[in-house]
Every structure is written in structure tokens, then in C-alpha cells.
């Protein structure tokens, strides 16, 4: 298969096959935690559920008192990164009429400065995230190989799509075809590791703060 034909291949069959997957896949995930079931919780609610689970999503997503160095540091290099990449994939223009192939409407794209800006700051974080697993005996200890894997992902089409932008590398088609190889690969392994948090994250922040509200506990 020549460069040409891999990128033909990328846009359109590979491209369908991991929109599909993904969607599948991420519906399946959520559908399997709401089915899971809880065992009925025969205790006497000593607070209420609601209110605390919705505390508990604001108050792991900033700042809060008691947060040591280490939990700032995870917090800002998590947002620089999470920003960063959504600014990058929603934002560049040619990012924006893909969607608008698929979507059939589009919106204003950011000047190719900020994009550009966005990708290195959504590098930075990622590469900060993982000194700090590395460097951190704890977090080092805890992490397995998905923990890596899904980093490298991540970090795949943001590195490519850096250097498809200034021409490092390999030639253009055949950096286009692997920039957009790398992004349906996230694609395809979200739902299964831990990056299908992307959709599980605020409903399990929820539910641990709900869990915690009934027992009259703070989370």
C-alpha cells in the first residue's frame, strides 16, 4: 500500500471503523456501570446524596483545602494537557471542516498561533504528567503498563500533528496518514482502558460523593 492509498484509507474506511468502535464501545461502558448493580444499602441515610455528589465533582475539579504540592501539580499539568488537546482538536480549521464533513455544520477556527500553542502546552502537560509518575515512588509503584500505554497514545497525535504542521519528519502525506492513524487509535482504545474516563469521570465522582452524603461523611 503506497503513502497515498494509506491516506485514502485513514480518512475514509479507517476512520468510520474507529468513530464506530469508539461510540460503541464508550455506550457499552456506561450502559455496564449503570447495570452493574449496588447491593441495597440497608443502612439509615444519615445525610443526602444529591447535593454532596455534586460538591464532590466541583471540589475534585479545583483547587481545595488540604490539597498537597503534589495534588497542584497533577491539577495544573491535567488541565494544561485536557485544554490544550480539546483547544487543538476543536479549534484548528482543518480540524473543524472534518467535523463539518461529518457533522454537516461547522464553527470559527483560532488563529494558527494559538493552535500551535495549545499543542505545546498540551505536550508539556502530558510530558510533565508522566515525569512526575516516573519520578514519584508511589504513583511509579502503582503504575502498570496501560498506565504508559494509554500516555503514549495520547500523546501520538499531538507530537504528529506538531510535526505535520512544520514539516519534521517524514513526508507530508505520509505524516498526514500517521497523524490521523494515531488519533483513531485513541479512538479505538478509549473505551477499553483507562481513558474511557472521558465519559465516566463526573458520574463516578458523583456517585462517590452521593455514597459519602448518605452516610453523613464528607468525600
Known sequence: MTSVELLHWARGPGLQISVAIFVLGMVFRVAQNYFIGRDKNLAEPRGTQ?????QTIVRRSFFHPGMNYRGYFTLIAGYAFHLGFLITLFFFSQHIDLFRGILGFGWPALPASVIELSAVVGIAGLVAVMVHRIFDP???FLSDFQDYFTWLVTL????????LIHRI???FTEMLALHILSFELLLVVAPFTKLS????????????GAIAGYKGVQS
Open 50 to 54: 444529591f447535593g454532596p455528589g455534586m
Open 138 to 140: 508511589v504513583r511509579r
Open 156 to 163: 501520538l497525535p499531538l507530537a504528529t500533528g506538531y510535526m
Open 169 to 171: 519528519g517524514l513526508p
Open 197 to 208: 474516563h472521558m465519559v465516566t469521570i463526573f458520574t463516578s465522582r458523583w456517585y462517590n
